[in-house]
C-alpha cells in the first residue's frame, strides 16, 4: 500500500517516510523489562510497502514464532518541517488514524540482545494496518480519547491516548530535529499496554474515540 485513505472523502494520499516511536506509554514499557525514556523517545522506522488498509489480512511470516499486536494513534504530517517549534508541530499535524504496528518479538528480542537493529521485527510485509485518516480540520484531539484493542472479542489494550509519555507536539519536534519530516510522513505514537502474541486465525479488532476503527484477521 501506497496511499492512505481519508473518512469520507475519496482523496488518496501519498505515504513517505513511516516513523515510530517505541516505549510511548510507561505501562508498556514496563511489561516488556524497558526503561523508561525520559530525554528523548525512541524512534525506528517502518515502511510504506508493509501498510495495509484495515480490513486487510496481516499475513503471519514462517520464520517467527511470537507475532504480537500494537495499537497505536497515527499522526499524518501535511507539511516540510525541521527543527519545528511547538506551533510548526502543531500544524505540521493535518490528521489521525488508528494503527496498528505488528511485530515480530522474537526476533526483536534477538536483535536487542545482540545489540543490533531490530528492523526485521518491524517492516515485514502487512506489518503496518491503517484506518482511514480523520483531518484535523474536522476532529482536534483532546487527549481523553480511549484506544483499545480485542482478539476474538477479548480485551487486551485499554487505554487513553493521554497517557502518551511524549505529547504528539514533544514527538513531532524530537524526531524533526533529527530528520527532515514531509507531507505523507506517517508517525506511529507507540502502544499502551496489553499487547500478546497471535496466531492465524484470530481476529483483531480495536480504534482510538473519535478517530475510527481498525480490523485485521492473521493469516
Ligand atoms: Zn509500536
Not at 500494537?70 to 500544524?91: F, P, Q, R
Given at each position: 500500500m501506497k496511499t492512505i485513505k481519508v473518512k469520507n472523502s475519496s482523496e488518496e494520499i501519498q505515504i513517505g517516510k513511516v516513523v515510530c516511536v517505541g516505549r510511548n506509554y510507561a505501562d508498556h514499557a514496563k511489561e516488556l523489562g524497558n526503561e523508561i525514556p525520559d530525554?528523548?523517545?525512541?524512534?525506528?522506522?517502518?515502511?510504506?510497502?508493509?501498510?495495509?488498509?484495515?480490513?486487510?489480512?496481516?499475513?503471519?511470516?514462517?520464520?517467527?514464532?511470537?507475532?504480537?499486536?500494537?495499537?497505536?494513534?497515527?499522526?499524518?504530517?501535511?507539511?516540510?518541517?525541521?527543527?519545528?517549534?511547538?506551533?510548526?508541530?502543531?500544524?505540521?499535524i493535518v490528521g489521525y488514524a488508528v494503527g496498528l504496528d505488528m511485530t515480530l518479538r522474537d526476533l526483536q528480542f534477538k536483535s536487542k540482545e545482540k545489540g543490533e537493529p531490530w528492523t526485521f521485527a518491524k517492516i515485514f510485509d502487512t506489518s503496518g494496518v491503517l484506518s482511514p485518516f480523520v483531518f484535523k480540520k474536522d476532529y482536534i484531539l483532546t487527549g481523553s480519547e480511549r484506544i483499545h484493542l480485542s482478539v476474538n472479542g477479548e480485551i487486551k489494550q485499554d487505554a487513553t491516548v493521554g497517557l502518551m509519555l511524549f505529547n504528539t507536539v514533544e514527538i513531532i519536534k524530537n524526531i524533526s530535529s533529527r530528520m527532515t519530516l514531509e507531507p505523507g510522513d506517517l508517525i506511529f505514537t507507540g502502544t499502551p499496554a496489553g499487547v500478546s502474541r497471535v496466531v492465524k486465525g484470530d481476529k483483531l479488532s480495536g480504534g482510538i474515540e473519535n478517530i475510527g476503527n481498525i480490523q485485521t484477521t492473521i493469516a
Amino acid at each position: 500500500m501506497k496511499t492512505i485513505k481519508v473518512k469520507n472523502s475519496s482523496e488518496e494520499i501519498q505515504i513517505g517516510k513511516v516513523v515510530c516511536v517505541g516505549r510511548n506509554y510507561a505501562d508498556h514499557a514496563k511489561e516488556l523489562g524497558n526503561e523508561i525514556p525520559d530525554k528523548f523517545p525512541i524512534v525506528f522506522m517502518k515502511t510504506a510497502t508493509s501498510m495495509i488498509n484495515s480490513g486487510e489480512n496481516v499475513v503471519h511470516p514462517d520464520y517467527s514464532e511470537n507475532l504480537h499486536h500494537e495499537v497505536e494513534l497515527v499522526l499524518l504530517i501535511g507539511s516540510t518541517i525541521k527543527n519545528a517549534t511547538d506551533e510548526d508541530a502543531e500544524n505540521a499535524i493535518v490528521g489521525y488514524a488508528v494503527g496498528l504496528d505488528m511485530t515480530l518479538r522474537d526476533l526483536q528480542f534477538k536483535s536487542k540482545e545482540k545489540g543490533e537493529p531490530w528492523t526485521f521485527a518491524k517492516i515485514f510485509d502487512t506489518s503496518g494496518v491503517l484506518s482511514p485518516f480523520v483531518f484535523k480540520k474536522d476532529y482536534i484531539l483532546t487527549g481523553s480519547e480511549r484506544i483499545h484493542l480485542s482478539v476474538n472479542g477479548e480485551i487486551k489494550q485499554d487505554a487513553t491516548v493521554g497517557l502518551m509519555l511524549f505529547n504528539t507536539v514533544e514527538i513531532i519536534k524530537n524526531i524533526s530535529s533529527r530528520m527532515t519530516l514531509e507531507p505523507g510522513d506517517l508517525i506511529f505514537t507507540g502502544t499502551p499496554a496489553g499487547v500478546s502474541r497471535v496466531v492465524k486465525g484470530d481476529k483483531l479488532s480495536g480504534g482510538i474515540e473519535n478517530i475510527g476503527n481498525i480490523q485485521t484477521t492473521i493469516a
